[in-house]
C-alpha cells in the first residue's frame, strides 16, 4: 500500500525515540509548548485536537516538557487569533505551534513572539513570517492530483463541480489554485459551479442542493476535504446521477465509498493530510527547543487512498473521524533530516 496509517498505534508509540545521534536531548522539561488554532468546527481539526492531546499529554506525563495545552479561538478571525499570540507571549510559553488563519494577517503578531524569545512553528495553515519555522504540506499538487487522477478515469473530459473549503483561509487558496493548474494541464475539463463547503459535510450537502438546479449533468465533483459525503447526499436527494466525487479521507465518505463500490463497482480515490500533523508541529517545536538546527521549511507527505486500499483504511479509521497517522519523535527525526539532506520525506507512518 502506498502509505499505510493506524489510528490504534498511540500511548507508546508516541513517545518513541528509536534515537538517532541526530536527535537533541536538550533538557525542555522545564518549557511549555502552546497549540494556537483558528478552528474547529469539522471533524479533521477535532481530529487534529484530539492528535495533539495524545501527544502533548503523554510528553508531560514523561517529564519530556512541562505543559502543552491547545487554544482555539471562537471565530475564524485573524484579529483574533493574533491576540491570543499575543496573551500566549505575555503567559511566558517558550514555543507556540501555530495553524494559522492566515499565513501574512498573523505575521506582526508572529514577529512579536520571536523577538521574545518564543519559538513558533506553523503547520497545515502556516505563516510567511521569516522567524517561524513552517511545515508545508503541497495542497496546491492536492488540487493537481485530482484533475491528474480524473484525466486517467475520464480521458474524454467532463464538466466539474468544485467544493472548496472556508473562505480566505491559505489552504482553500492552495487547494483551489491546484484545481485551476490541473484544469489548465487537461483542458477537455471545465469547472461549470463552485461552493464553499467549509470542509464540513452538512454545510457541502446544504451549498451544493442550493447550485445543482442551475448546472448542467456533473461527470465528476473536486473537493478539498470533509465535504465529499455531502455532495453524494446532495445529488442523491436531486435525483441526479452520481458523479465521481473526490473523497477527502472522512469515515462517512470511505463507508459510503465502500457501499456504492460494493453495489454498482463505484471508483474514485481520497487523499488528504493527516490531523496528527499537529504532533509533528509539536515534536519539531520541542527539538528547536532542545538545541537542534532545524530547517525553517520542512515537508509533509500527502496521505492518499486508492480504490484497492479501500477496505484496509476503513477499517482504521474511526467512526466520525478521518483517516490519521501517529508521528513519532523518531519519525521527524527522519524528516527532518531528510529535508536537510535534499532527500525525499519519509512516508506516512503505517501499520507495517
Request: glycine letters at 10%; proline letters at 4%.
Amino acid at each position: 500500500m502506498a502509505a499505510r496509517t493506524l489510528c490504534a498505534a498511540l500511548g507508546a508509540a508516541l513517545l518513541s525515540t528509536t534515537a538517532m545521534a541526530e536527535i537533541a536531548t536538550g533538557d525542555t522539561s522545564g518549557m511549555r509548548i502552546a497549540l494556537s488554532n483558528n478552528f474547529a468546527g469539522n471533524s479533521w481539526r477535532q481530529a487534529m485536537l484530539k492528535s495533539w492531546d495524545e501527544v502533548s499529554s503523554q510528553a508531560v506525563a514523561e517529564g519530556i516538557v512541562a505543559e502543552a495545552p491547545a487554544f482555539t479561538t471562537a471565530e475564524n478571525q485573524a484579529t483574533e487569533q493574533a491576540a491570543q499570540i499575543q496573551n500566549l507571549i505575555l503567559q511566558g510559553f517558550d514555543a507556540i505551534v501555530l495553524n494559522a488563519a492566515s499565513p501574512t494577517a498573523l505575521n506582526g503578531a508572529v514577529r512579536e513572539a520571536c523577538d521574545a524569545g518564543v519559538v513558533v512553528v506553523s503547520f497545515d495553515g502556516i505563516v510567511t513570517e521569516p522567524c517561524a519555522w513552517r511545515i508545508v504540506i503541497d495542497f496546491a499538487g492536492m488540487g493537481t492530483a485530482q484533475l491528474d487522477y480524473l484525466a486517467e478515469k475520464m480521458p474524454e473530459g467532463g464538466k466539474l463541480l468544485e467544493i472548496r473549503g472556508l473562505a480566505g483561509v491559505f489552504v482553500d487558496d492552495e487547494i483551489h489554485s491546484g484545481i485551476v493548474k490541473g484544469v489548465e494541464t487537461h483542458s477537455q475539463f471545465e469547472v461549470v459551479g463552485s461552493v464553499h463547503g467549509d470542509w464540513t459535510q452538512t454545510v457541502a450537502q446544504r451549498e451544493v442542493s442550493g447550485i445543482l438546479p442551475t448546472l448542467p449533468a456533473i461527470d465528476a465533483v473536486v473537493t478539498q476535504g470533509g465535504d465529499g459525503y455531502g455532495a453524494a447526499q446532495a445529488f442523491r436527494a436531486a435525483g441526479r446521477d452520481i458523479p465521481l466525487i473526490i473523497m477527502g479521507n472522512r469515515h462517512d465518505e470511505l463507508t459510503w465509498w465502500q457501499e456504492q463500490r460494493d453495489a454498482t463497482g463505484y471508483e474514485t480515490m481520497s487523499l488528504s493530510i493527516a490531523p496528527a500533523s499537529a504532533q509533528v508541529g509539536f515534536w519539531v517545536a520541542q527539538q528547536i527547543l532542545a538545541g537542534r538546527e532545524v530547517p525553517q521549511d520542512l515537508l509533509l507527505p500527502t496521505l492518499v487512498i486508492e480504490q484497492d486500499e479501500l477496505d484496509y483504511w476503513l477499517e482504521q479509521t474511526e467512526e466520525g473521524g478521518v483517516t490519521n497517522a501517529v508521528y513519532t519523535l523518531d519519525w521527524t527525526d527522519k524528516m527532518i533530516e531528510a529535508v536537510a539532506a535534499g532527500e525525499p520525506v519519509p512516508p506516512t507512518p503505517t501499520a507495517e
